[in-house]
């Protein structure tokens, strides 16, 4: 079975794949575009992808497609993944921190460690991964150009670490998912499912779907608004804790809330303590 992560060997994705499936062959894939790309398409069977972060919040690239399109074949969420991140500076043999400029990362990565960086006064480049950032730094050679990325990611590219735990908070973990492709299903332990709803255009409509998720005993641990196809129109995301199985999911949304105009299941799956 081949795995699809964003990035490169060493970065947070790469982990997260390792963690979760240490028996099959991780594919690394350039953006996220590619990588949603190469789940419709078939040419990976699965795809780990971080959906939010402790420090920074939701993945927006990636929160965006989760609910896929209609002319490319469906997938679903079918497991969650934490992995906490210690984000290290690593430059090449023989640099310190002091020699340090310019420090290249995802912009993620940057912004978990903003405040931080500011402080070292060194100037922050966005890249499309952290392990990329860190394979070019190795290839450019320059004692003033450092990485943002995991230290685990030194070894592998040849580079020095200069400085651990450079971010801003400690509670620094980033929440995977994994998709899989074809219509989401519900099996008996799971008990924890995203969903998208869109709400009526009437007062209060967003407040009584949540009320009402409350009182049928769902747990929300998550709401987001994102903009929808149309022009100031928005669309919500939610995940929630449920009872687990069918029934128990059946239990919260069936039928959808009065003031729901659209709901879709993104997936479900086991919940993993945090």
Known sequence: MRIGYQGEPGSYSYRAVGELFPDFEPVGLKGFATAFTALENGDVDRLVVPVENSTTGSVLPVLD???????????????????????????IPGASIGDIREVRSHPEALSQ??????????????????????????E??????????????????????????????????????????????????DDKTTMLFTTSHTPGALALVLAELGLRGAN?????????????????????????????????IDPPPATCADLWVLGSYVRVAE
């Open 140 to 189: 450019l050679g320059d004692p003033a150009i450092a990485a943002l990325a995991p230290p685990g990611a030194a070894e592998i590219y040849g580079l020095e670490i200069l400085e651990r735990d450079v971010m801003d908070r400690d509670h620094n973990t980033t929440r995977f998912v994994v998709l899989a492709p074809g219509e989401p299903q519900v099996d008996p332990d």
């Open 65 to 91: 497609r989760l609910p896929g399109d209609a002319g490319h074949q469906p997938f679903a969420i079918v497991a969650e993944h934490l992995v906490e991140v210690r984000h290290a500076i690593l430059g």
């Open 113 to 138: 460690a903003e405040h931080h960086l500011l402080a070292l006064g060194v100037e922050s480049f966005a890249r499309y991964d952290t392990a990329g950032a860190v394979r070019e730094v190795a």
């Open 220 to 252: 929300l641990t998550r709401i987001e608004s994102r903009p929808s196809i149309e022009a100031w129109s928005y669309r919500f995301f939610v995940d929630l804790v449920h009872e687990p199985g069918p029934e128990g999911l059946a239990k919260v």
